[in-house]
């Protein structure tokens, strides 16, 4: 099986755009979840789909949102980027969630200049 | 909600030596912790896992041991070798739905030859 991909895996933004990032996870999984890695801060939850729903969220502001497709393919925004959003975003799978074993996709490098 | 400590930031050992990776947990109902091997500019990939209903768990020369009273777990790496390198990631989940896992902030494990 093809393993969790994201794109792009590069991306440089200037304050105030927005920026879409895309995650296809592996085959027959149906959840999808979210995380933001900076140095220090270790991996940070944003938020976990399943189905097309939105079943769970982390700390983070109104800024970062998301969506699920009904083929678990999954994308996340980010409005009004700030500098603080320079960071790693990754992307995991696993099929029906709770508690199984995740797949991380190898993350979108975002720099905010 | 659930808080993860991971301690040592950093550790450096010689080959061949033992490394031991702790983290705590606030959270009572949490009940599942991986942990991650996240080598450089790679992605996070699950090296071994726990659940509460087991005291310790082994794969060759990875160990984890929990103790749930304490509420702490930790990572025995033995006969450490120089691929051993990279940064250790413990988390924790709940029994509920949504597949939040809280991470600790990592530990980097230098191997010296």
């Known amino acids: 099986k093809a393993g969790v991909t994201q794109t792009p895996r590069y991306l440089i933004k200037t304050r105030g755009q927005q920026v879409t990032l895309s995650c296809s996870p592996i085959?027959?999984?149906?959840?999808v979840s979210w995380y933001q890695q900076t140095p220090g801060q270790g991996l940070q939850f944003l938020f976990e789909y399943f189905s097309e729903t939105q079943r769970n969220k982390g700390n983070f502001p109104g800024r970062f949102s998301g969506r699920q497709f009904s083929n678990s393919r999954s994308e996340m925004n980010v409005s009004t980027l700030e500098l603080g959003d320079s960071a790693l975003y990754l992307c995991?799978?696993?099929?029906?969630?709770?508690?199984?074993?995740?797949?991380f996709g190898p993350g979108t490098r975002l720099l905010v200049l | 909600g659930e808080n993860v400590e991971q301690h040592p930031s950093t550790l450096s050992v010689q080959e061949g030596d033992s490394a031991v990776i702790k983290c705590t947990y606030s959270?009572?109902?949490?009940?599942?912790f991986p942990w991650y091997k996240q080598e450089l500019g790679k992605r996070p990939q699950l090296i071994i896992d726990i659940r509460s209903n087991v005291g310790e768990k082994k794969d060759q020369r990875i160990a984890v041991t929990l103790n749930k009273t304490a509420k702490h777990f930790s990572l025995h790496i033995t006969e450490t070798q120089p691929e051993d390198s990279a940064v250790y990631f413990c988390?924790?989940?709940?029994?509920?739905?949504?597949?939040?896992?809280?991470f600790g902030t990592g530990t980097s494990l230098t191997v010296i030859p």
């Open positions: 085959s027959g999984h149906r959840s």
């Open positions: 959270d009572s109902a949490s009940n599942y």
């Open positions: 995991a799978s696993n099929r029906d969630g709770d508690q199984e074993t995740q797949y």
């Open positions: 988390a924790a989940s709940m029994d509920q739905p949504g597949n939040q896992f809280y």
